[in-house]
């Protein structure tokens, strides 16, 4: 065909052919990744304020350094250590039925003093008379009329809370540079901030503890562990700060070496 058509549609063709090759040329490039974020600057106030801990921790822990080593120059210290005293144990003579008890926690008792019996058998049956052993101050009373009790079972405890003291335990390592006499610096965990102050009366010769018998597994089975030992260190009050110090009371103890 020459005619018109023909040339007109050739020519659409043509125009088609060149769009579509204008197409495929002019296509945008594939997007590029967004640029990563910029690190925040630290403001000067944050590293002053970081600088200032760093210079107080190292300040706190240099003084702990001192005292450390002041303490341990001049003291011996523990914190293994009680209030303690004498204790006089009441226990029941005779299984049977408490009756009469005529005590209670703060009561005071004297030596051979009857302070309960113990019924055996029907109430016609012998009743024994429970006595206290020693002089002091009811500070347990485990005892109700009436209750059934074996022999020897603990009915109370009592202190003489005039003759209390404190009995610390050193590791043997420093009980070299405790010598009696010695003053000592006490601290009472109930009441901390008091003053109170001791002296050594009594280093006893036998240890806390000897041998574990439980070696490790690398060990000879044979052969018992030695483990640490403590030798129990006796301290009398020579200043209790007027507060009411009594036996259990958890202490500190500074004893001092010079």
């Known amino acids: 065909m020459t005619g018109p058509d023909a040339t ?3 020519g659409a063709q043509a125009e088609a052919e060149q769009e579509e090759q204008g197409s495929v040329l002019t296509a945008p490039p594939p997007s590029a990744p967004p640029p990563a974020p910029a690190k925040k600057a630290v403001k000067r106030s944050t590293k002053i304020g970081l ?3 760093a210079v107080v921790s190292l300040l706190e822990a240099a003084a702990f350094a001192g005292t450390f080593f ?7 210290s523990t ?3 009680q209030v303690d005293g004498d204790k006089v144990d009441i226990n029941a003579p005779q299984a049977g039925v408490l009756t009469r008890w005529t005590i209670q926690q703060g009561s005071t008792v004297t030596p051979n003093e009857v302070v309960g019996r113990i019924a055996v058998g029907d109430s016609n049956g012998p009743q024994y008379p429970i006595k206290a052993p020693g002089h002091g101050t009811v500070a347990v009373d485990n ?3 009436g209750q059934y009790v074996t022999a020897g079972t603990e009915l109370a405890t009592a202190y003489d809370f005039n003759n209390i003291y404190v009995t610390a335990r050193v590791a043997e390592t420093d009980i070299r540079d405790v010598h009696l006499g010695k003053p000592v610096d006490i601290s009472v ?3 901390p901030g008091v003053p109170v102050t001791g002296v050594v009366v009594e280093i006893q010769a036998s240890s806390a503890g000897s041998f574990s018998f439980f070696p490790g597994p690398d060990t000879d089975p044979s052969n018992p562990q030695k483990v640490d ?6 301290i009398l009050f020579t200043n209790t700060g007027g507060v009411a110090v ?3 009371m958890s202490v500190t103890v500074h004893i001092h070496k010079q």
């Not at 002041?70 to 011996?76: G, I, P, T």
């Not at 030992?229 to 006796?234: E, L």
């Open 70 to 76: 002041l303490y341990s120059d001049h003291y011996v």
């Open 246 to 248: 009594t036996p259990g």
């Open 229 to 234: 030992q403590y030798i129990p260190v006796k």
């Open 79 to 81: 914190d293994n250590a």
């Open 51 to 53: 600088a200032i801990v």
């Open 143 to 145: 005892a109700v009329n």
């Open 189 to 191: 965990d109930s009441f």
């Open 8 to 10: 007109s549609g050739n």
